[in-house]
C-alpha cells in the first residue's frame, strides 16, 4: 500500500499508539513480581512433591533394612538413630530437607498383656522436614513468605526380631 490512503492509516495507528505510549512499561511493572512469585511456589511446590516421592519410597527401605537388623546394640534407640542416619544419607538433600525418626512399641498403648500375640511388634513413625527456598522474598508492590516447614510422615509396623515380618 502506497499513496494518500496509506498514509492516512500510518497517521490514525500512530495516534492511537501515542495515548498509550507507557502502558506496556506499566503493566510489565506489576506483572513481573507476581509472575516471580508464582514461579517460586511452583518450584518449591515441585520440589516438596520430588522429596516426598523419594522418601516415601526411601523410608520404607531403611526401616525394613536397619529397623530389623539394626548392627551394632539391638535397643530400639540405636535402631531408631540406624534409620534416621541411613535414611538422611540414601535422600541426600541436606539444604532443603530433614529427616526425623520415631519407634514405638505398638502394645504399649493397649496395655500390657501377657497374652499378647506379637509383643514385638514396633511401629515407626518417618517424618520428612521441607524448608522451602527462598525464606522470604521481597518485591516491590508484594511479599512472599514462605511457611516455616512442610511436613509429610510415612508409618511402617515392623516386627523387629523376625526378619521380613512387615504388618
Keep these: 500500500m502506497s499513496g494518500p490512503v496509506a498514509t492516512s492509516v500510518r497517521q490514525r495507528f500512530t495516534r492511537r499508539l501515542r495515548g498509550r505510549s507507557g502502558q506496556m512499561t506499566v503493566e510489565l511493572a506489576v506483572l513481573v513480581p507476581v509472575v516471580i512469585v508464582v514461579a517460586l511456589v511452583v518450584v518449591n511446590l515441585m520440589e516438596f512433591v520430588d522429596a516426598c516421592a523419594a522418601f516415601d519410597r526411601l523410608s520404607l527401605d531403611e526401616v525394613i533394612a536397619e529397623g530389623v537388623s ?10 531408631v538413630a540406624a534409620v534416621e542416619d541411613a535414611l538422611r544419607a540414601a535422600l541426600g538433600r541436606e ?6 525418626v520415631r519407634a514405638e512399641r505398638v502394645s504399649e498403648g493397649e496395655g500390657e498383656s501377657l497374652l499378647s500375640v506379637a509383643p514385638l ?12 527456598w527462598p525464606r522470604e522474598l521481597r518485591l516491590p508492590g508484594i ?8 511436613r509429610h ?11 521380613g515380618v512387615v504388618v
Design 143 to 150: 511479599s512472599y513468605s514462605a511457611p516455616l516447614k512442610l
Design 153 to 163: 510422615e510415612r508409618t511402617l509396623v515392623i516386627d523387629r526380631y523376625r526378619p
Design 95 to 100: 539444604t532443603h530437607c530433614d529427616v526425623e
Design 70 to 79: 539394626p548392627a551394632g546394640e539391638q535397643s530400639m534407640p540405636a535402631s
Design 121 to 132: 511388634l514396633t511401629r515407626y513413625t518417618c517424618t520428612l522436614v521441607f524448608r522451602p
